[in-house]
């Protein structure tokens, strides 16, 4: 027998041993078709079994399916038993304290859910799990509402239809950092194979009150906090600004026009296509609000409403898009960037806050725009960095409020915002609030949001940012993305385009690289797979795999100052031609690489 042919032999066994192991004989069914199929060997078994989902900090996120390189029950049995031995070596009085289980509208979420708390209730572990679909904001408040001692969220938040995925938050309601991802993933490794997973009957466990449901007063104290982030609450004109909201088919709707009505908004227009939760995501190709088309109903209806704010949330709610009028754009409306909305609402938050005194603190992730760092040092607020992922942000905040500081606004480009300490978790509900609140009292003011950002660029410098992703999927380009981190180390360009390197962050290695004198600095952030590189005359390079989907991003960033008298387009112009000179440059860098 050849070694190919005992390699698909041994695939074969595999896979029919996975089969005897599973619990759900709807995966047991369609491994068995993926066996019966003549190709089987070549392509689709080969990628199911190419190793096994890795658990790390962003959880679990994956393409449905059977297998244990896909999101199905038993991986997150497997997953769930993990989490359970984890928190019984090192949670504290985890039994009592329980886990808050929220989950969205995806397919089998709710399946998922059920599964985490039944195997948290055999090893006796109380579930708080809710009863129907739960934005992921409202996840993470209802873990530090209840005390909890943990949290998953079933989502797998603005990927495509085909996926779903498990996040976990540790008890200060941030999503886990490490050691607590090494904890669980260590017990992954050691469980037992599905079908020995022990699991409660769900009704057994609800008679038991090892599986309860989470109180009402979970979502009226988040609303109530949401409301208490009011800085300008709205006018009575205020209260009339034509809003149009989508929830783009997710869960974060309800929730959404509650916290509106409370804070006043009278008018405030749903996409009624895109309302109510639906896992297929049928208007769009893919659910999430940065993707080309997927805003388009939203703005077909802010056309016909005369809307002067269109807000999206992506399906789980914990990000936020953000458009308004303009003459200029085919659709009527500009959809402003992640940096746009998070410069404009950290803006706001520091300059209008009624409590502007001493010891506040902003944060944003490496690879958003430096310009709210600009913002705080002139306005004497303390400004920080983190590693990209909220879970950097949040941790990061709660360690600062340690040392006496109040954290008071984070974001990261990719349309993440939090105001305030409500959720340790980017939260895209009360972001929405916010914005509008901020819209509706720029409007009083006379201004719009175009104009305010026009102001903030003239008294703070102009930044464009751009982002270039490269998609390899599959378990080879998952390698793939891995050669070309290490060969642009390796390459260690002095030059990029027309740009003299700088420095060479590599936050690997955790130092800095200093151009021409070779003097090397220590990063103290965590260890993590990215390379910036700083340029003369103040430009930045990031490089980074992302850590939920098979793609490498390069982010850009470009500042130049506008002159008096001198139109934001024109700085604007000049500022995008040395960004298509820098992208092409680098990523033509990347592309020879491979």
Known sequence: MSESSESQADLRARAERYIQDDVDPKSQEELRAVLAAPDHSRTDLADRFAGSLEFGTAGLRGILGAGPNRMNRAVVLRTSYGLAKALLAHGKDARTRGVAIGFDGRHMSREFAEDTACALAAQGIRAHLFEDFAPTPLTAFAVGALGAAAGVMVTASHNPREYNGYKVYWENAAQIIPPADSWIAKEIASAPAAREVPRMPIERARVEGLVVAVPAAVSRSYLDRVHALSIHAPTSEGRALPIVYTPMHGVGGALAREAFARAGFSTVSFVAEQEKPDGNFPTVAFPNPEEKGAMDLSFALAR????????????????????????????????????????????????????????????????????????????????????????????????????????????????????????????????????????????????????????????YGLFVSSQVNITRPGATGAEEIRGIMARLRAANPERIGAHQVAVVRDYEAQTARHRPDGRTEVLTLPKSNVLAFELSGGSRIIARPSGTEPKIKFYFDVRTDVAAGEPIKAAEARASAEMSELSGAFVGLAQAQT
Do not use: C
């Open 304 to 459: 016909k409403t005369g809307a002067q704010l269109v807000l999206a949330n992506d399906p789980d709610a914990d990000r936020l898009a953000v458009a308004v009028p303009s003459k200029e754009s085919p659709t009527g409306y500009l959809q402003l960037t992640g940096n746009q909305v998070g410069v404009a609402l950290g803006h706001y938050v520091l300059t209008q806050a009624k409590d502007r005194s001493a010891g506040r603190v902003v944060l944003v992730s490496i690879v958003s725009s430096p310009l709210l760092g600009v913002i705080a040092k002139k306005l004497g607020v303390l400004y920080d960095e983190t590693l990209t992922g909220f879970k950097w942000i949040a941790n990061r905040a709660m360690d600062l409020e340690r040392e006496g500081k109040r954290f008071v606004f984070g974001y990261e480009e990719a349309l993440g915002y939090t105001v305030g300490d409500v959720v340790r978790d980017k939260d895209g509900i009360s972001a929405a609030v916010i914005a509008a609140e901020m819209v509706a009292w720029l409007r009083d003011e006379g201004r719009t949001l175009q104009e305010e950002l026009d102001a903030i660029h003239r008294t």
